[in-house]
C-alpha cells in the first residue's frame, strides 16, 4: 500500500521543548515537503527537499529544523525557538518538475500546553 | 514571491446546485495550478489541475478555468451532493506551490 505516513496524529508539548515529526513515504518520490496549517490559512510552506542530503528553507522555517538523510524519510523538529508552534503540520512528497502532484500525509496536530 | 488569493471564504450551497471558487495569482511565471479537497482531520487531496497552456479543464462533475491575461482560475462544481462538502485550497506554482487561504464548503441537503 503506498503512501505517507505521519505520526503521531496528536502531540503534546511543554513550552521549552523540542519535538519531532515523523514523515515517512514509499511512493518513490525524490521531492518532500512540510507544510504548517492555521485554522483559516492556506498552506505555508516551511522546509523542502528535492533529494537525499539537501534542504532548502520555505516561506516561515524559523524554529523549525529538517534532515533527509534517507529517500524515504523527512522529519522536522519544531524547536523551541519557534514562537507559537501550535498548528497542524502536513507532509508531502512528489517526484520533480514543474507539474507533478503532490501527494499529502495525514498530518499531525501539535499542540504546545 | 507569488500570492495567491482565493474568494469565497465560505460557500454554502443546496444539493444538486452549482459551486464556483475563484482565485487570482501575482506572479506571470505561474504555470501550474491545482485544487486541492480537505476533509475534516486529513490532509489535502489533488482533484483537478491546469497547466498554463490549457484554458479549461473538466473531469466528471468538476472543471477548472485559466484566464492567464487576467491571472485568475476558477473551480466548477456541478450537481453538489453531501459528499462535495469540504475545505477546497487553489494553488500555483513558479519554482514552489503557493496556496490560497482555503474555502469551506458546506452542501445543504
Known amino acids: 500500500d503506498g503512501g505517507i505516513t505521519q505520526s503521531p496524529k496528536y502531540l503534546f508539548r511543554k513550552e521549552g521543548q523540542n519535538v519531532t515529526l515523523s514523515c515517512e513515504q514509499n511512493?518513490?518520490?525524490?521531492?518532500m515537503y512540510w507544510y504548517r496549517q492555521d485554522p483559516g490559512q492556506g498552506l505555508r510552506l516551511i522546509y523542502y527537499?528535492?533529494?537525499?542530503?539537501?534542504?532548502q528553507k520555505g516561506d516561515i522555517a524559523e524554529g523549525y529544523s529538517v534532515s533527509r538523510e534517507k529517500k524515504e524519510s523527512f522529519p522536522l523538529t519544531v524547536t523551541s525557538a519557534q514562537k507559537n508552534p501550535t498548528a497542524f503540520y502536513l507532509c508531502?512528497?512528489?517526484?520533480?518538475?514543474?507539474?507533478?502532484?503532490?501527494?499529502f500525509g495525514p498530518g499531525t496536530r501539535l499542540t504546545v500546553l | 514571491g507569488e500570492n495567491v488569493e482565493q474568494h469565497p471564504s465560505t460557500l454554502s450551497v443546496q444539493e444538486g446546485d452549482s459551486a464556483v471558487i475563484k482565485c487570482t495569482y501575482s506572479d506571470s511565471a505561474s504555470n501550474y495550478f491545482p485544487w486541492y479537497k480537505q476533509e475534516l482531520g486529513k490532509g489535502p487531496q489533488l482533484i483537478i489541475d491546469?497547466?498554463?497552456?490549457?484554458g479549461e479543464k473538466k473531469d466528471q462533475r468538476i472543471a477548472v478555468t485559466l484566464n492567464k491575461t487576467a491571472k485568475h482560475f476558477s473551480l466548477h462544481i456541478t450537481e453538489t451532493q453531501p459528499e462535495d462538502s469540504a475545505v477546497y485550497f487553489c494553488?500555483?506554482?513558479?519554482?514552489?506551490?503557493?496556496f490560497g487561504a482555503g474555502t469551506t464548503v458546506t452542501v445543504r441537503a
Open positions: 527537499s528535492q533529494i537525499v542530503n539537501d534542504f
Open positions: 494553488a500555483a506554482r513558479d519554482y514552489k506551490l503557493s
Open positions: 508531502a512528497s512528489s517526484i520533480t518538475g514543474s507539474y507533478n502532484e503532490q501527494f
Open positions: 511512493l518513490n518520490h525524490d521531492a
Open positions: 491546469i497547466r498554463s497552456n490549457v
